[in-house]
């Protein structure tokens, strides 16, 4: 039930519906989803260890702020792990291997008909499809660590992601373009390649992030 309710309050931070310095009341949420204060309150330490929410003492739980230094210092490790991760689906399937499995993946499709839509959650729909393709790459590479740790930074990179898609829609094609970058890299078996193309777009996404908030700031 608390994961469920961290999962719940976690959307509405990512999509902005509650907004960085927002109090969240452990009352209210309790009535409104006919809950116990104590899921709750266990819920919003979940959040809080993902860095959704910060909780003060009398003053109770608070949406946390995106900075500069937030963004930076998430996008270091981001990346890092990210580039992990396709190093060690290389290491256990060749490129002619991996190229006959990802023709089969249906989180590829979900990609391709997320960058497609016009719907007003499109871009939720690529944020979960490209979470999609990585849980599809745990599969492959069977490290309950890795795939723990990245799993925890799911909700502050799909904030920030957000962010990034809500002000430039034009993200949804370099979205289109990384992962056929990926998908053209991971069947030649070329790690370099690989890692390259996700350095490139998570330095992307990143600058796009920093720029909005230096927008925001000087408004």
Request: charged share 25%; hydrophobic share 40%; net charge negative.
């Amino acid at each position: 039930m608390s994961e469920q309710i961290a999962q719940h309050l976690g959307q509405r931070i990512i999509t902005r519906d509650l907004k960085p310095g927002e109090r969240i009341q452990e009352l209210k949420v309790a009535g409104e989803l006919n809950v116990s204060r104590g899921s709750v309150r266990e819920a919003l330490l979940i959040m809080q260890r993902r860095h959704l929410v910060e909780i003060f003492p009398r003053r109770g739980a608070v949406v946390s702020g995106l900075t500069a230094e937030s963004v930076n210092n998430l996008y270091d490790i981001y990346i890092d792990l990210l580039c992990m991760l396709g190093r060690k689906v290389l290491e256990r399937w060749s490129g002619e291997e991996l190229g006959g499995v990802m023709g089969q993946v249906r989180e590829l499709q979900a990609v391709i008909d997320a960058l497609n839509s016009n719907s007003a959650d499109a871009a939720e729909q690529v944020i979960d499809a490209g979470f999609g393709v990585m849980r599809y790459a745990y599969r492959l590479v069977e490290n309950p660590f890795l795939e723990e740790t990245l799993e925890n930074f799911r909700p502050a990179i799909s904030r920030t992601y957000f962010v990034a898609l809500e002000h430039f829609r034009e993200e949804i094609d370099e979205t289109a373009t990384f992962f056929r970058q990926l998908a053209d890299a991971a069947t030649a078996g070329d790690a370099d390649r690989l890692q390259a193309a996700i350095q490139a777009f998570g330095e992307h996404q990143r600058q796009q992030v920093l720029s909005i908030l230096r927008d925001e700031e000087s408004a």
